[in-house]
């Protein structure tokens, strides 16, 4: 499968953005898909994701009660809602799908992803 990741751009502090990951290439509803996002000189850290069936979800402390992902499978499309974006919020947003054997699963680390897109650039000024 094929991720492109899309949306980000620059917003002031308080602001909102909606990325999207666009699969092609099979089924997205194959796939638990996550975001993760690196800022520059550090590591790539999880952000959320969502398992198959779309009714599972997890979000790390940092994000939580402001950013909000969902899927919809007959666009292919997963979607990263963020709200109340902060200066610390800015690096370069990646989303990435991994194949799993039960519905009801997703993952928190880059290793356990098999597919990513090429990641989007957000920029929050304070």
């Known amino acids: 499968v094929q991720l492109q990741a899309s949306g980000g751009g620059l917003v002031q502090a308080g602001g909102s953005l909606r990325l999207s990951c666009q699969a092609s290439?099979?089924?997205?509803?194959?796939?638990?898909v996550g975001w993760f996002r690196q800022a520059p000189g550090k590591e790539r850290d999880f952000v959320t994701a969502?398992?198959?069936?779309?009714?599972?979800?997890g979000y790390a402390d940092s994000v939580k009660g402001r950013f909000g992902i969902s899927r919809d499978d007959a666009k292919n499309t997963v979607y990263l809602q963020m709200d109340s974006l902060k200066f610390e919020d800015t690096a370069v947003y990646f989303c990435?799908?991994?194949?799993?054997?039960?519905?009801?699963?997703?993952?928190?680390?880059?290793?356990?992803?098999?597919?990513w897109g090429q990641g989007t650039q957000v920029t929050v000024s304070s």
């Open positions: 990435a799908a991994a194949q799993t054997a039960g519905i009801i699963t997703y993952y928190d680390a880059p290793s356990q992803y098999e597919y």
């Open positions: 290439g099979r089924p997205f509803s194959r796939y638990a």
């Open positions: 969502i398992d198959r069936s779309g009714g599972n979800t």
